[in-house]
């Protein structure tokens, strides 16, 4: 079973987004709530946005190589 590069570099950005989270918590005990899900959730966006297109680019490829 390949792994694929559209599931390996968001499943690494998760999991560095979840260690930074960690670190940063002091900001939410602080109460910076909008600043701390803030940017976990502009983290999580970006995220699921290059999963998106790296799935895309996949797709084209395999097309490509399937018409040669």
Known sequence: MKLRRSTVIPSILLIYL?????IGYSEFQQ???LYYFGVIGATLLIIAILHVFLKKRERLRENDSRRT
Do not use: C, Q
């Not at 979840?18 to 960690?22: C, D, E, Q, T």
């Open 18 to 22: 979840g260690v930074m989270s960690y």
């Open 31 to 33: 109460g910076n709530y």
